[in-house]
């Protein structure tokens, strides 16, 4: 007995896609096999089906991975063991690693994922069998710091549940967003008073020292 493989449509039959020369008849190994006498099939003609597309299969795969690998988004793809299955150069660069290092990671033993919240995401994700997004900011096992917008997303492969993550980079906002909290706690906390008003003389903000200096309070000053 043979198992075979030939190529399948709609897994019922009525295509014929997956038809099998067994014997002087014609099988279907979607409702037929896959299993046959393998004295009686006949390889040749299985192989030729096999092979048929073969050229624009490889075409495919070359162009997904070419949209994959220009892709300004970080991506990576886990199976259901945790293990790295493919990856973009995008979250290299991010990341601070290559692709290789990243295909080589299982994303249950990084310590960074585990500190940052990431882990605890991604497991959600597969967990509730549903998208989980979240900010993180942690050191990466590369020694690199950065701010990544993730989102994680579990698809099904078989029986089991993969993981997809895309990562985009937010480091930079993220940055802004802390010198522009720390510039407005530094204005807040400056000796004299400051007020920052629109064009037309309207009051946007002012500093503790002015609602010290004036008794205005801050919800008060700009009516």
Known sequence: MVSVNPIMVDGTGMCGGCRVKVGDKVRFACVDGPDFDGHLVDFEDLMSRLDRYKEQEQAALAYMGAVIQAS???????????????????????????????????????????????????????AMQEPVNLEAHFITTFCKEVWLDVQFVPFQRGDAWHLLLLATDISDRAHTSVRLKLLSAALDAAANTIVITDPRGQIEWVNEAFTRGTGYTRSGQSQ
């Open 72 to 126: 300004p988004v970080g991506i990576i793809s886990y199976d259901e063991t945790g293990q790295a299955r493919a990856a973009n150069q995008t979250l290299a660069r991010m990341v601070g690693g290559t692709t290789d290092q990243l295909l080589q990671m299982n994303f249950r033993q990084i310590e960074s994922w585990r500190t940052s919240g990431l882990l605890e995401a991604a497991e959600r994700a597969i």
